[in-house]
């Protein structure tokens, strides 16, 4: 009996597995990871690497067959390049217009508004801005041509209303496609704040109202300060996707007339396919995304900065 | 090791293999051939579809067992090149014949993406029938050819007759200069509110159509090689006529004798002359291209059989006047075979059977073609098929070819800049030549011949 007894390993302790074995676990756990890793690995980091690496060089689409390593030439053309500087100046009007002006002024406006309007009133007006950030890119961008075109819906209005008529897919484009991109994407920045307003606790904005706080004090005050966090990813979030908004502008201008509406992801494609310097293209591809990083970084610090 | 963790490793080895193999070879059946063919914008016309589905019938019942697939590629010029190109770029995505056009076709070979066909035209009888112009047309600087040639073209003006008797102008009008043009288009601009008095093409969207139809037609009449010089073997840089064609552009467009900028620098504006605006009289001189009937004959896109009594052509002036007196620029696609078609002789066959002589012929009526053949050219029902054939046949005499060099295209897209520049804005005719002759700098690494403007 003893024997068996001694020979018996002491019995681990509850809780408390035997190191080997939960090294050997906690690597088997990654194991049915190893699929979706590969294919991101291949799929994404491939490509990815790939562009890092055609950037350095001077790759064409039509022209030449022969690649060659060119160093930083892109990217030192791109600084002495007066189109790409056009297009990063455009890319920030877009940007601050549509994005930190339009969209995210207007989504706090309407989700605001939503909590106080009544329940009709919030389902038509939740599902009309919903719909128009549902619809595909490119179809929105068809549809805001045809409604500022010459002969299109808002002239139409105008019109009607005894206005003067207006051109400005012509006489304005970065106007024109900041608008339709405000229009498209509002949508998100309300669904954002509907959600950040609805985590309010009541009490705190009835004490203000008894203190005698009126509407804007409040918003000053208490609200914005509440949902600040969500303000920040907002931004972000709408930063991002307006710096790469491609097909809205492809549809509605071409990035013109003349280069008036050509910010960088319509550059980048002019350059890379239409004049076949695929190299430089993805050059400005990669500062476009280092412009992104910058706007990321930043926000990510007013993120940290605490109350 | 517990024993499912084989099964497990073993399992997501299985799918992390399969899901890589998966998107392997399709579309490179043996039997199949891809031929990618230009569509136009507009749904109505639809006349290369028609006759490239006779000729698949035709091979097809020729060759049993194999298949034609045509895949066409309905975009604005400048996006069709890009998206051929990129699916000559690999094996795997490749067409096997391509319409390809003789701008393109320099550019294309010099990145290896095409076939030289030197070994099938030795042994094809009908190459002898080929005008020697055509087949330099598809020869690159390496001395082989690369296409054949389906047809070429000439460009002259093109007015409406009708209109031209409402405004108490003669309908025979043959312009002698420049200034002649401009100021009947004055005169049309007073008498007839509300219709054009003169399309020029312009700007980027339209691509080719605007540097071809629209600049060149005016440059090549300033004087001799206002582009590139042979003799040199250089780009020009610093050209008069350059500066006095955009002046040309910038008088039609700020004085309100053509289309609104707006609609001018849209991409599908060459479609809409064609199915829109001349039909239904809204302009009244149009420089345009000899094909200009396939839109409205029978099998067009835009059937109109009054056109051809209501439209009078006049061959486009010189700047001045000066000798010859005209001037026209000529084109023309081809079939090609890409470098990476792997089943280039079974592609030769039908690139045989896409210019047979018959086909040819109908080809060359469908499209409103200048024949490139001289079997084709003595066809009586060539002849006799389109209104105006003599004219812009005889127009060759006078004709131009833009200079056929890898790096033309891109010198077209700074030129459609350029006349983007002084139709859309406020830019003058030489600060958008300055900036065109910077761009040639850069394209051609400072290789240019300056003529110091």
């Given at each position: ?49 790939y ?10 689409l039509?022209?030449?067959s ?212 695929i ?29 | ?22 998107c392997g070879a399709f579309g490179t ?5 891809k031929?990618v ?46 998206k051929v190109q990129q699916m000559m770029r690999s094996a795997k995505t490749t067409p096997d014949?391509v ?12 990145s290896g993406y ?224 890409p470098a990476k078609s792997q ?111």
């Amino acid at each position: 009996m003893t024997t068996t007894l001694a020979s018996r390993p002491p019995a681990p302790k509850p809780g408390r597995p035997a190191t080997g074995g939960r090294q050997r676990r906690r690597a088997l756990r990654w194991l049915p990871l190893t699929p979706a890793t590969a294919l991101l690995l291949l799929f994404l980091g491939g490509p990815i690497v790939y562009c890092v690496a055609i950037a350095f060089t001077d790759m064409q689409l039509t022209g030449s067959s022969s690649t060659s390593f060119v160093g930083l030439d892109n990217f030192r053309h791109a600084f002495q390049d007066e189109h790409f500087r056009n297009a990063v100046v455009l890319t920030l009007v877009f940007t601050v217009l549509s994005s930190l002006v339009g969209q995210n002024t207007l989504g706090l406006g309407l989700a605001l508004l939503m909590r106080r309007a009544s329940g009709p009133v919030r389902t038509l007006v939740g599902s009309l801005t919903i719909a128009a950030w549902v619809v595909p890119e490119i179809v929105a961008g068809f549809l805001l041509y045809a409604f500022f075109r010459d002969e299109g819906t808002l002239n139409a209005v105008l019109d009607w209303a005894h206005l003067p008529s207006q051109d400005w897919l012509y006489s304005a484009p970065i106007i024109a496609v900041s608008l339709a991109n405000v229009w498209r994407g509002t949508a998100f920045s309300m669904l954002i704040y509907s959600a950040a307003l609805a985590e309010i606790p009541r009490e705190i904005t009835e004490a203000a109202e008894v203190d005698g706080a009126g509407g804007w004090r409040r918003l000053w005050h208490i609200t914005l300060p509440m949902i600040r966090r969500s303000i920040g990813t907002n931004l972000m979030l709408n930063t991002l996707q307006t710096l790469s908004v491609f097909g809205l502008i492809w549809a509605m201008t071409r990035g013109g007339p003349g280069n008036r509406s050509q910010t960088l992801p319509v550059f980048m494609y002019d350059q890379a396919f239409l004049k076949a310097l695929i190299g430089y293209g993805t050059a400005v591809a990669l500062l476009l995304l280092l412009i992104g990083a910058l706007f990321a970084a930043v926000y990510l610090r007013l993120l940290r900065t605490e109350v | 090791m517990r024993p499912t963790a084989p099964l497990i490793l073993a399992a997501t080895l299985a799918v992390a293999a399969t899901s890589l193999t998966g998107c392997g070879a399709f579309g490179t059946d043996p039997n199949t051939l891809k031929i990618v063919y230009l569509r136009n914008t507009d749904n109505k016309v639809r006349h290369m579809d028609a006759y490239l589905s006779r000729v698949k019938d035709e091979f097809e019942r020729a060759h049993p067992g194999k298949k034609v697939k045509l895949i066409p590629i309905q975009a604005a010029q400048p996006d069709y090149w890009v998206k051929v190109q990129q699916m000559m770029r690999s094996a795997k995505t490749t067409p096997d014949v391509v319409y390809e056009d003789t701008f393109i076709i320099n550019s294309d070979v010099a990145s290896g993406y095409l076939r030289p066909l030197d070994r099938y035209l030795e042994r094809w009888r009908d190459w002898d029938r080929f005008l020697p112009r055509a087949r330099a047309a598809a020869r690159a600087e390496d001395g082989r050819t690369y296409g054949v040639p389906m047809g070429t073209d000439t460009r002259a003006l093109w007015f409406n007759k009708k209109l031209f008797a409402k405004a108490g102008l003669p309908t025979d009008w043959q312009p002698r200069s420049w200034d002649e043009l401009l100021s009947t288009a004055r005169t049309l601009k007073k008498r007839l509110p509300g219709v054009i008095p003169l399309n020029v093409y312009t700007g980027k969207g339209p691509g080719e159509a605007s540097v071809m139809q629209g600049f060149e037609m005016l440059l090549y009449g300033t004087g001799a090689d206002p582009l590139y010089d042979p003799k040199a073997g250089r780009w020009v840089a610093g050209g008069q006529g350059f500066e006095d064609a955009l002046t040309f552009l910038d008088t039609v467009y700020g004085e309100g004798l053509g289309p609104h900028p707006s609609d001018a620098v849209d991409p599908n504006v060459p479609t809409r002359v064609a199915t829109e605006l001349l039909p239904e009289r809204k302009v009244a001189i149009a420089l345009d291209g000899s094909w200009m009937g396939q839109f409205w004959i029978k099998t067009g896109g835009r059937p109109w059989p009054a056109w051809s009594k209501e439209l009078g052509q006049a061959p486009m002036p010189t700047q001045y006047g000066q000798s010859p007196g005209k001037v026209s620029m000529s084109g023309g696609w081809t079939w090609a075979i890409p470098a990476k078609s792997q089943k280039p002789d079974l592609a030769w066959k039908l690139v045989e059977t896409l210019q047979s002589q018959p086909n040819a012929v109908e080809w060359s009526l469908r499209d409103a073609q200048i024949a490139v053949r001289a079997d084709v050219a003595a066809d009586r029902r060539y002849r006799t098929s389109m209104p105006g054939i003599e004219f812009f046949t005889g127009l060759v005499r006078h004709t131009h070819y833009r200079p056929a060099l890898p790096v033309y295209p891109r010198v077209s897209s700074a030129i459609g800049e350029a006349m983007e520049a002084v139709t859309t804005s406020d830019t003058s005719p030489a600060a958008a030549a300055r900036d065109y002759d910077d761009e040639l700098d850069s394209i051609t690494d400072g290789k240019v011949v300056n003529r110091g403007r």
